[in-house]
C-alpha cells in the first residue's frame, strides 16, 4: 500500500515536470528560432516478486504427490515503481518561415547557428533578427553582437546600400557606389545537437570539448524561422497531462481511504 502511494506520488511529480515543459513551449510560440522541449519519461527498476513462503517444502503448494517444481520460490512477475522525467530533449525540427523585407532578418535552413558575443562568451543561435545599431555594429535583439567568421562583430558602414547576404552568410552592399563584401557571419554547426544546451533568451552553449564546424545549411534573407512549437497540439498534449496528474491524485486518494481502513478499523479485529 505504502509503495502504491509512492507510484502515483511520482507519476504526478513527473506530470507537473511535463507540465512545466509544455508551458513553457506555449510561452514561446511567437519567438524567433525556437525549437520545443520535450519531456522524455524513464521507468524506474521494476521489482521481481517471488512467492516466497513455498521455499518451505512443509507447505509447499508448487508440489504434489512427491513432485515439486523445485526449490527456488516461484516468480510471481514484475512490479513496477513508477517513473521519472529522464530529460527534457529539444526538438531540432524546421520551423516554418515568415518574409519580412528587412535586409537584416535572416533564417536559417537546415543545419546551422550564428554566433553571438555575451558576457558568458560566444553563444549559438538560430534567431536571425538581426538589426544595425546606431554605432553600424550588427546586433541582435538584445544588443548582442553577432559574430563574423574572423570571430569579431560585423560593421556595417553607415553609407552602405543594398544589403546582400549570402547563403552562407556572406554580407556585401554598395558603399560610395562600388560594391564590397563588408564580412561573413560565423555560420557553423555541430556534429552532435547534443553538444549544445539551452542557456535561456533563445541562446545555445556548448558542452565541454565541443567543436563548432561549418554548417550545412543555408541562410535565406529577408526571412524569420518561427517556432516549431503549434498552439493546438501543446494545448492537447497540456490537456491530456492534466487528466493522468487527475488519475494519479484520485489514486493516492483511493489507497490514502484503504490504508487509513486498514490501520483504524481492521487494527481493531
Given at each position: 500500500?505504502?509503495?502504491?502511494?509512492?507510484?502515483?506520488?511520482?507519476?504526478?511529480?513527473?506530470?507537473?515536470?511535463?507540465?512545466?515543459?509544455?508551458?513553457?513551449?506555449?510561452a514561446n510560440v511567437?519567438?524567433?528560432?525556437?525549437?520545443?522541449?520535450?519531456?522524455?519519461?524513464?521507468?524506474?527498476?521494476?521489482?521481481?516478486?517471488?512467492?516466497?513462503?513455498?521455499?518451505?517444502?512443509?507447505?509447499?503448494?508448487?508440489?504434489?504427490?512427491?513432485?515439486?517444481?523445485?526449490?527456488?520460490?516461484?516468480?510471481?512477475?514484475?512490479?513496477?515503481?513508477?517513473?521519472?522525467?529522464?530529460?527534457?530533449?529539444?526538438?531540432?525540427?524546421?520551423?516554418?518561415?515568415?518574409?519580412?523585407?528587412?535586409?537584416?532578418?535572416?533564417?536559417?535552413?537546415?543545419?546551422?547557428?550564428?554566433?553571438?558575443?555575451?558576457?558568458?562568451?560566444?553563444?549559438?543561435?538560430?534567431?536571425?533578427?538581426?538589426?544595425?545599431?546606431?554605432?553600424?555594429?550588427?546586433?541582435?535583439?538584445?544588443?548582442?553582437?553577432?559574430?563574423?567568421?574572423?570571430?569579431?562583430?560585423?560593421?556595417?558602414?553607415?553609407d552602405a546600400e543594398?544589403?546582400?547576404?549570402?547563403?552562407?552568410?556572406?554580407?556585401?552592399?554598395?558603399?560610395?557606389?562600388?560594391?564590397?563584401q563588408l564580412g561573413?557571419?560565423?555560420?557553423?554547426?555541430?556534429?552532435?545537437?547534443?553538444?549544445?544546451?539551452?542557456?535561456?533568451?533563445?541562446?545555445?552553449?556548448?558542452?565541454?570539448?565541443?567543436?563548432?564546424?561549418?554548417?550545412?545549411?543555408?541562410?535565406?534573407?529577408?526571412?524569420?524561422?518561427?517556432?516549431?512549437?503549434?498552439?493546438?497540439?501543446?494545448?492537447?498534449?497540456?490537456?491530456?497531462?492534466?487528466?493522468?496528474?487527475?488519475?494519479?491524485?484520485?489514486?493516492?486518494?483511493?489507497?490514502?481511504?484503504?490504508?487509513?481502513?486498514?490501520?483504524?478499523?481492521?487494527?481493531?479485529?
Amino acid at each position: 500500500m505504502w509503495r502504491g502511494l509512492y507510484t502515483a506520488g511520482a507519476g504526478m511529480i513527473q506530470e507537473t515536470q511535463r507540465t512545466d515543459t509544455i508551458a513553457n513551449n506555449l510561452a514561446n510560440v511567437n519567438t524567433t528560432g525556437y525549437k520545443r522541449d520535450v519531456a522524455v519519461s524513464s521507468e524506474f527498476e521494476p521489482m521481481l516478486i517471488r512467492r516466497i513462503n513455498d521455499k518451505d517444502m512443509r507447505s509447499d503448494v508448487t508440489s504434489f504427490k512427491g513432485f515439486s517444481l523445485g526449490g527456488n520460490p516461484p516468480v510471481v512477475g514484475t512490479l513496477g515503481l513508477g517513473s521519472e522525467i529522464a530529460e527534457i530533449a529539444t526538438d531540432h525540427s524546421q520551423g516554418m518561415f515568415e518574409s519580412t523585407g528587412n535586409p537584416y532578418d535572416v533564417a536559417i535552413s537546415g543545419e546551422g547557428y550564428f554566433e553571438i558575443q555575451t558576457p558568458q562568451g560566444v553563444r549559438y543561435t538560430r534567431d536571425g533578427a538581426f538589426f544595425r545599431s546606431r554605432t553600424g555594429v550588427l546586433e541582435n535583439v538584445r544588443g548582442q553582437a553577432v559574430l563574423g567568421t574572423n570571430g569579431q562583430p560585423i560593421t556595417i558602414p553607415a553609407d552602405a546600400e543594398s544589403v546582400s547576404i549570402g547563403a552562407k552568410g556572406e554580407i556585401t552592399a554598395r558603399v560610395q557606389g562600388a560594391v564590397q563584401q563588408l564580412g561573413q557571419l560565423a555560420f557553423v554547426q555541430f556534429n552532435d545537437r547534443r553538444a549544445v544546451l539551452k542557456q535561456g533568451d533563445n541562446l545555445y552553449y556548448p558542452q565541454a570539448g565541443a567543436q563548432p564546424q561549418p554548417a550545412t545549411g543555408t541562410i535565406e534573407q529577408g526571412m524569420l524561422e518561427r517556432a516549431n512549437a503549434n498552439v493546438v497540439s501543446e494545448m492537447v498534449e497540456l490537456i491530456n497531462n492534466y487528466r493522468i496528474y487527475e488519475a494519479g491524485s484520485k489514486s493516492v486518494t483511493t489507497q490514502d481511504a484503504m490504508l487509513d481502513k486498514s490501520v483504524n478499523e481492521v487494527g481493531k479485529l
